[in-house]
């Protein structure tokens, strides 16, 4: 089984500074990482995913997260926020290899709140 | 492309009835739907994993008599809940997968996400 934890459930920050979102996962087998975006009211978009290959995965709106396989971490980084990215996020694992990051288990979530 | 819709978007109803959920693939075939419920502030728990004309594998502790699931296109799941009950008050997100020729379900294929039904059992 797998698990995630998301040790920050609120960061605030303002305007144009740099955030981090944390993201640590357990797992007895290979998994895909996510981190997908919730705005009110609404589904999850997906923001990036790790497969393989490169530890630093860049995604959409300027997110980028790194995998550190010691530390089993994938947090998400932003050099610089914008109002807009006020939302929900979820950091999530799928089964890796053998599941094709299906039975996706998701952190219980950052909200990400950016103040002018 | 690989946008998925829920309708209703939110239902108000009595406690003891029954209620639909559709989740459509607009633009490709699904032939993977998964089914989350999230409750207020907290993350998504995986319900169910439906697949185009076979019995839906549900998750440990969700009734599968009262989540009724059915996937009878590969456009169109449903989530029936049945004999809906204050508890049972959620919002719930379908997910799908899209139908790729030859792809192994052991390989990467992204879900895509719909908007979401909030249900409101009174």
């Known amino acids: 089984a797998q698990s995630v934890t998301q040790l920050d459930s609120q960061v605030p920050v303002f305007e144009e500074a740099p955030v981090e979102l944390r993201c640590n996962y357990s797992?007895?087998?290979?998994?895909?990482l996510f981190w997908y975006v919730q705005y009110p009211n609404q589904g999850l978009q997906l923001l990036l995913k790790y497969l393989s290959g490169s530890t630093l995965v860049k995604g959409i709106n300027g997110f980028e997260a790194e995998f550190n396989k010691s530390q089993t971490s994938f947090h998400l980084r932003k050099p610089s926020v914008h109002i807009s990215d006020t939302a929900e996020y979820f950091c999530a694992v799928g089964l890796g290899i053998t599941g094709g990051g299906n039975k996706l288990t998701f952190g219980t979530g950052t909200q990400l709140k950016v103040e002018l | 492309g690989a946008v998925v819709s829920q309708h209703p978007s939110w239902v108000i109803c009595k406690s003891g009835t029954s209620v639909k959920i559709e989740c459509r693939s607009l633009d490709f075939q699904a032939t993977t739907m998964f089914w989350y419920r999230q409750f207020p502030k907290q993350s998504l728990m995986l319900m169910a994993t439906s697949n185009e004309g076979s019995k839906a594998t549900y998750e440990q502790g969700v009734e599968k008599d009262k989540f009724l699931i059915n996937h009878a296109s590969l456009t169109l799941s449903t989530l029936t809940v049945t004999s809906a009950h204050p508890e049972d008050s959620s919002f719930y997100i379908c997910s799908a997968r899209a139908r790729v020729p030859g792809l192994a379900d052991s390989s990467y294929n992204e879900q895509f996400f719909g908007p979401g039904t909030r249900l409101t059992v009174l």
């Open positions: 797992s007895s087998v290979s998994v895909y």
